[in-house]
C-alpha cells in the first residue's frame, strides 16, 4: 500500500504536465481526491491492514494526500497566471503605432460666442443664463409687453400652458437678473430662443441669442453706443463705420438698432446690404423705466442700457457664410474649416 500511495505522487506529476486548463484540472482533482477518487479507492482498504501498520500508513497518506493537494492547488495558480497573462497579451494595444487623428474642433457658433463673452469680460461684464422654458410673465409681462402685442402671436411663440411658453429671445432674463441682485449689473446672457418659424437660410425655429443688460445710476445712452461701438470694431474688425437707427421694442426707449457698414462691399452698396451700404446685427436701447420698475428698482434712482443680438447673424456675417441650415446640419465638410 505504501508503494501505491507513492506510486500514486508520480502519476500525478505525470499527469499534471500534460493538463492545460482549469476543466481538465478540476477532473484531476476528482480523480484523485474525489469521493470516487484514487487516493479514497487505497484508504478505504487501510481496514484489511494489520493493526500495528496503520498509523504508520494512515500518517503517510495524509502527507500525500497534501501533497497532492498542493501539487493540484499550484497548478491551478498557474494556469490562472497563464490566462491572465495571455488577455493582457490579447488586448495590448501598441500606443506608439501611428495613425491619422482627426482632431475635434470649436463649432462657428462657439468660435463666435467665445470672442463675444471675451470683449464683454474684457469690460467687467458676467455670463449669467436663464430657462428656456420661461413663464408668460418674465418673457412678455415684464418686459412691458402687454396681453394683445402682435409678438405673442400663437404664430410666433410656443406656448406649453396659457402661462408658460419656450422663451422667444434672451430678454427674460433681464427680469430675472435684477430681482436677484444689487445694481450695478452688468451681465450678457448667451441662450437658445424658440419661435414657430418654418426653417429657411435666415430662419430657424431654434435659434441663440446673446442678450446685455447694463443697470447703474447715471448710465445714458452715450454709455450704450459706445459700448456696442468698441463691441462692433472687436468682433468686425477695427475699420467697420457703425450707424444706429432709431427703431422700437417695448422694453426699451429709447430703442434703436445697430448697423455696420457692409463686410462685402465696404458700404459701396451691394446684394448682401440690399444695396444700402449698412447691414443690421443688433437691437438695443435705454432700459424702459417699467422694466425697471418690474425688476424691482425705483426708475428714478437707476438707468440702463440693453442690447440683443442673433448668434446665428453674427456667426453668418462674420464667417460670410449665406445659408444658416450650415450651421445646424453638422457636416464635416463646413465644419472643418473653421
Ligand atoms: N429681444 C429682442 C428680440 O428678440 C432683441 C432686443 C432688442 C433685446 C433690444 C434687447 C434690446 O435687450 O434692448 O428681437
Known sequence: MKEELIALKSELAELLER???????????????????????????????????????GQLANKIKEEIEFAIEEKNEKIKERIKKDRLEKEKIDVTVPTKVILGHRHPLSIVLNDIIDFFYGLGYEVVEGPEVEWDYYNFEALNIPKDHPARDLQDTFYITDEILLRTHTSPVQIRTMERNKPPIKVIVPGRVFRSDAVDATHSPVFHQVEGLVI????????????????????????????????????????????????????????????????????????????????????????????????????????????????????????SQF
Open 216 to 335: 447703474g445710476e447715471d448710465i445714458t445712452m452715450a454709455d450704450l453706443k459706445g459700448t456696442l461701438t468698441a463691441f462692433a470694431k472687436a468682433i468686425f474688425g477695427e475699420e467697420r463705420r457703425t450707424r444706429f437707427r432709431p427703431s422700437f421694442f417695448p422694453f426699451t426707449e429709447p430703442s434703436a438698432e445697430m448697423d455696420i457698414s457692409c463686410i462685402s462691399c465696404n458700404g459701396k452698396g451691394c446684394r448682401l446690404c440690399s444695396y444700402t451700404g449698412w447691414i443690421e446685427i443688433l437691437g438695443c436701447g435705454m432700459v424702459h423705466p417699467n422694466v425697471i420698475k418690474n425688476g424691482g428698482y425705483d426708475p428714478e434712482k437707476f438707468s440702463g442700457f440693453a442690447f440683443g443680438m442673433g448668434l446665428e447673424r453674427i456667426a453668418l456675417l462674420k464667417y460670410n457664410i449665406d445659408d444658416m441650415r450650415l450651421l445646424f446640419e453638422n457636416d464635416l465638410r463646413f465644419l
Open 19 to 57: 493538463v492545460n486548463d482549469l476543466v481538465e484540472l478540476n477532473d484531476l482533482r476528482a480523480k484523485f481526491l474525489g469521493k470516487k477518487g484514487k487516493l479514497t479507492a487505497i484508504l478505504r482498504r487501510m481496514g484489511e491492514l494489520p493493526q500495528e501498520e496503520r498509523p504508520f500508513l
